[in-house]
């Protein structure tokens, strides 16, 4: 049986800290606490295990420096790391149990499915796959100072362990700051920092700046395909949002140079479709949207309700302008395995007793 330290680095974390560690503690031998500064009673906590070790790290702004430190206190066998706001289920903790015991030792890194964010009724809308669990023998590295990856090379093994994330604080400018602290370094951007500088500037509301900088990490042509197609989604986003449909579906055409289509364009084509009508051609897409279901080991961010029900019930109300009700239904019924209290899934129901 493998052992196991799980590298955490925290900073005011006193209202999900407990939460974290108590989902998880059962299967690791050994827990890193790395606090980067923490004003409230985190450490405090943390201390109350028994298998809990405390580093203090000053922050520097620099997330890969704080988790590489992290994974150097550690001692057993393999790495696993989470954030704070970070919980194992149940069922997924029991899975980590089961694999502790039955990993084969020739494995470097065991990813696992994150979802980041879930809607009202617990549906992933936010879900990728993450190297999580490595082999500390390889000292891998993480790089980045903001948005980290760790470099995996080697023997990897895709698991059937979800780690959820439930956030407990709003977006704010932190990200965003970093970055700007970078450009007055004069620090060289990767093409992987101009994308997440783009995103933060997006989601911070400065939209033609973000444009002019997802085009500029498009046009490096060194970007990961999925981040490229990802910039292009993203672009649409902020046209959207100025008003400018014209750019915005461009922009939605644009993603569709670089590889198979991702299901979130699919469903904004279709639906551009649907708004003018052309029910066959929205119903074209939305099915090309299901057949674009990630593979398991896709590493990309994905919202998994637009290969899933979002189509279904969209090819519902498709079906059912062109009459044809009893494939609507079934369409209905399909959305309905994923999303069974949906409000359009029970209307649709009381609306198809009169029509079939």
């Known amino acids: 049986m493998i052992t196991i330290s799980l590298c955490m680095i925290t900073k005011n974390e006193e209202d999900v800290i407990e939460r974290c560690i108590n989902s998880v503690k059962e299967a690791v031998d050994e827990i890193i606490i790395v606090d980067t500064g923490s004003t409230d ?8 295990y028994d298998i809990v070790k405390v580093y203090d790290f000053k922050w520097v702004d620099d997330f890969a420096k704080a988790r590489n430190y992290s994974f150097s206190k550690a001692t057993k066998d393999y790495i696993l790391w989470l954030d ?4 194992l289920f149940p069922e997924d903790k029991d899975k980590l149990i089961q694999l502790k015991s039955n990993l084969d030792s020739s494995i470097d890194s065991v990813t696992m499915t994150y979802i980041y964010a879930r809607d009202a009724q617990g549906n992933p809308t936010v879900s990728l796959r993450r190297n999580r669990l490595v082999k500390r023998e390889k000292n891998y590295q993480w790089f980045g100072r903001i948005h980290e990856y760790i470099d995996v090379r ?3 093994m895709n698991s059937d362990i979800t780690v959820s ?4 604080k709003p977006h704010g400018s932190r990200n965003l700051e970093i970055f700007e602290k970078m450009k007055e370094e004069n620090v060289v951007f990767t093409p992987r920092d101009m994308y997440y500088y783009a995103n933060e500037l997006k989601d911070n509301g400065r939209l033609d700046e973000a444009i002019k900088m997802y085009k500029q990490f498009i046009d490096t042509n060194q970007g990961w395909v999925e981040d490229v197609k990802g910039a292009c989604t993203r672009i649409a986003d902020c046209y959207s949002y100025k008003g400018d449909e014209k750019n915005e579906f461009i922009y939605m055409l644009k993603s569709l140079e670089y590889d198979i289509p991702r299901p979130d364009i699919c469903c904004r084509i279709a639906y551009k479709f649907m708004q003018e009508n052309n029910f066959l051609a929205a119903i074209f897409w939305y099915k090309a949207a299901i057949e674009s279901k990630p593979d398991a080991d896709n590493m ?3 919202d998994p309700s637009t290969y899933t029900w979002i189509p279904y019930l969209q090819m519902c109300v498709c079906y059912s302008n062109l009459g044809q009700y009893e494939v609507a239904n079934m369409y ?7 999303v069974p209290s949906h409000s359009s899934v029970l209307h649709n129901r009381e609306f198809f007793k009169d029509k079939i």
Not at 41 to 48: A, H, I, N, W
Not at 165 to 168: D, P, S
Not at 332 to 338: P, V
């Open 154 to 156: 080697g023997k990897v």
């Open 332 to 338: 209905n019924e399909k959305a309905a395995e994923y």
């Open 84 to 87: 704070a706001d970070d919980i």
């Open 300 to 302: 990309a961010i994905w």
């Open 41 to 48: 009673k985190t450490v405090e906590k943390v201390r109350q």
């Open 165 to 168: 994330h439930f956030r407990n």
